[in-house]
């Protein structure tokens, strides 16, 4: 493997969830990380907090405030990070919006269409804005790369059709993104997470009765992360999906408790 020490990554929607595990476990391979999110303060799920967790990592954290539902917010972060940093060596691209309330089970006919603009619009359009204005600090890179973190939901029903609908098209954009950046030398890969115990998931099972045993944690998948990062020719992986639970297995990688789930998803397809 290589090494990411001083390497410049964004996490978008990194307040909480996967983003955070994303770069907190950046943050342990030595990369300045700027977090992004619409959540500041001391609080348990905000960037501020996720900054300080990515220090304490081995890592810097830079929080910067961003709705993502917002153009312009888009457009100013990327420019203070050009401004600061000069250039971006890697962009995680995971901010999503959970409806509220969410929309799990029922019909797409019983949940307001603003869920099409929470799940397709903060998880599929806000991607590709950021992607549209990171792309001129990727290309000063020596070695950029381009992550996408999505869901098996692209392939598969889970939650509801408009959440599908995002996860599909945020594969197929990454596809085509990968074709278009690799003139440049510029990976894109989808990350495939499993069952994530994500705060959202463990909230919701303590009111369904869910088993989380064999759930990853999101800095199971952060590392995952890391490691394809750090993994030879990743240009050779360019527009295809990654699993988790594969490159787990591939790298032979554990979560902060020294454990990693054995069971996989039962209807995933490999790519």
Same mark, same amino acid.
């Given at each position: 493997?290589?090494?990411?020490? *001083?390497?410049?990554?964004?996490?978008?929607?990194?307040?909480?969830?996967?983003?955070?595990? /994303?770069?907190?476990?950046?943050?342990?391979?030595?990369?300045?990380? #700027?977090?992004?999110?619409?959540?500041?303060?001391?609080?348990?799920?905000?960037?501020?907090?996720?900054?300080?967790?990515?220090?304490?990592?081995?890592?810097?954290?830079?929080?910067?405030?961003? $709705? +993502? =539902? $917002? $153009?312009?917010?888009?457009?100013? &972060?990327?420019?203070?990070? =050009?401004?600061?940093?000069?250039?971006?060596?890697?962009?995680?691209?995971?901010?999503?919006?959970?409806?509220?309330?969410?929309?799990?089970?029922?019909? !797409?006919? @019983?949940?307001?269409?603003? /869920?099409?603009?929470?799940?397709?619009?903060?998880?599929?359009?806000? +991607?590709?804005?950021?992607?549209? +204005?990171?792309?001129? &600090?990727? !290309?000063?890179? @020596?070695?950029?790369?381009?992550?996408?973190?999505?869901?098996? *939901?692209?392939?598969?029903?889970? !939650?509801?059709?408009?959440? *599908?609908?995002?996860?599909?098209?945020? @594969?197929?954009?990454?596809?085509?993104?990968?074709?278009?950046?690799?003139?440049?030398?510029?990976?894109?890969? /989808?990350? #495939?997470?499993?069952?994530?115990?994500?705060? !959202?998931?463990?909230?919701?099972?303590?009111?369904?009765?869910? $088993?989380?045993?064999?759930?990853?944690?999101?800095?199971?998948? *952060?590392?995952?992360?890391?490691? &394809?990062?750090?993994?030879?020719?990743?240009?050779?992986?360019?527009?295809?999906?990654?699993?988790?639970? @594969?490159?787990?297995?591939?790298?032979?990688? #554990?979560?902060?408790?020294?454990?990693?789930?054995?069971?996989? #998803?039962?209807?995933?397809? +490999?790519?």
């Amino acid at each position: 493997m290589g090494s990411l020490t *001083g390497k410049i990554a964004v996490v978008t929607g990194a307040s909480r969830g996967i983003g955070k595990g /994303v770069a907190i476990a950046l943050g342990e391979q030595g990369c300045t990380v #700027y977090v992004t999110g619409r959540t500041t303060g001391d609080g348990e799920r905000t960037i501020d907090t996720t900054a300080r967790l990515v220090n304490e990592a081995g890592g810097e954290g830079r929080p910067i405030q961003c $709705d +993502h =539902g $917002d $153009d312009a917010d888009i457009a100013a &972060l990327f420019k203070h990070i =050009g401004e600061e940093a000069g250039h971006i060596d890697i962009l995680v691209n995971n901010v999503y919006k959970i409806p509220n309330p969410p929309a799990w089970g029922g019909g !797409f006919w @019983d949940h307001p269409i603003q /869920v099409w603009d929470d799940q397709v619009g903060i998880g599929l359009r806000a +991607h590709y804005v950021a992607s549209w +204005h990171a792309a001129a &600090l990727l !290309f000063k890179s @020596d070695a950029a790369a381009m992550i996408n973190i999505s869901s098996p *939901g692209g392939q598969s029903y889970h !939650f509801s059709a408009s959440y *599908g609908a995002g996860k599909a098209g945020l @594969d197929r954009l990454t596809a085509d993104m990968a074709i278009e950046l690799e003139p440049k030398n510029v990976p894109a890969v /989808v990350i #495939y997470p499993g069952s994530v115990a994500t705060e !959202f998931i463990q909230d919701a099972a303590k009111q369904r009765e869910m $088993d989380l045993s064999q759930s990853q944690t999101p800095l199971l998948v *952060g590392r995952a992360v890391a490691a &394809l990062l750090q993994s030879e020719n990743l240009m050779a992986r360019t527009g295809t999906i990654q699993w988790v639970e @594969d490159l787990v297995e591939e790298f032979d990688l #554990y979560d902060e408790n020294g454990s990693r789930p054995t069971v996989k #998803y039962a209807d995933r397809a +490999h790519q």
